[in-house]
């Protein structure tokens, strides 16, 4: 003998149905979705659509964009190729790679290109790897052969004196030094933070400033925390890039 299939009646279509994934819950939130909710214009939604979906940008708007960011040469020509031109002031650059591959020693380079171009540079050193020896050394190189030495020296001091060193050994430290220098990027120097830096409140005026900001380096202060018993890593991660 053979059963009849029975069809299975179908679910209505509901507006919030056209949502994307994991919106269906917010437009209830909202109180545009659910019981007593089911009519809902499509213009609505699609305008609640453009705020929570991420927008999709064409290849001639995406250069657009990167068009109006200025760039900041890292004094080595093969990485500025790489990155059409050096890197872009307003974005996240991340060096990755293996110990002893240059990662400190391109940070340093970026640091003194972006100094002898008249850009306030705020160099957080972690591991105590900063070098003014290496600055000079990278200096030499962005100054004309023929330059007087007085003229270069001349160029050199004001160089150095466009880069502030702050030395962070934890985690927390460097939150507070993120936050100081927020608030001055930000044009809020004169207001008070929860960083609470006591001595520091210099930075937030080295931040209305700034014009590069380079950690040398996060996994030092990271790494301790990522581990199978620290599982809170990860958030405190995410803290630091947000």
């Known amino acids: 003998?053979?059963?009849?299939?029975?069809?299975?009646?179908?679910k209505r279509a509901h507006p919030t149905d056209m949502a994307p994934g994991g919106h269906r819950e917010l437009l209830q939130l909202l109180g545009i979705g659910g019981g007593g909710h089911a009519e809902v214009s499509a213009e609505r939604l699609e305008r609640l659509y453009r705020e929570v979906a991420p927008q999709i940008l064409d290849g001639p708007a995406i250069e657009n964009q990167l068009s109006l960011l200025n760039f900041l040469p890292t004094g080595c020509d093969g990485i500025d190729d790489l990155l059409g031109g050096g890197l872009r002031q307003g974005q996240v650059t991340e060096l990755t790679g293996e110990?002893?591959?240059?990662?400190?020693?391109?940070?340093?380079?970026?640091?003194?290109?972006?100094?002898?171009?008249?850009?306030?540079?705020?160099?957080?050193?972690?591991?105590?790897?900063?070098s003014a020896a290496r600055v000079k050394a990278f200096h030499r190189g962005f100054v004309t052969a023929d330059a007087a030495p007085a003229e270069v020296e001349q160029h050199?001091?004001?160089?150095?004196?466009?880069?502030?060193?702050?030395?962070?050994?934890?985690?927390?430290?460097?939150?507070?030094?993120?936050?100081?220098?927020?608030?001055?990027?930000?044009?809020?120097?004169?207001?008070?933070?929860?960083?609470g830096l006591e001595g520091r409140a210099d930075l937030a005026a080295v931040g209305e400033q700034m014009g590069l900001l380079v950690v040398d380096s996060l996994s030092s202060l990271l790494s301790p925390l990522i581990t199978r018993t620290h599982h809170q890593g990860y958030t405190v991660m995410a803290s630091v890039a947000s």
Do not use: N, W
């Open 99 to 130: 110990a002893g591959t240059g990662k400190t020693q391109l940070c340093m380079s970026a640091a003194a290109s972006a100094a002898a171009l008249g850009h306030r540079v705020v160099y957080v050193d972690t591991s105590g790897s900063f």
């Open 1 to 10: 003998t053979t059963k009849k299939a029975r069809r299975r009646p179908q």
């Open 156 to 195: 050199l001091r004001l160089t150095l004196g466009l880069i502030t060193v702050v030395r962070v050994h934890d985690v927390l430290a460097l939150f507070k030094v993120l936050e100081e220098l927020g608030l001055g990027a930000g044009g809020r120097a004169g207001m008070p933070g929860d960083g």
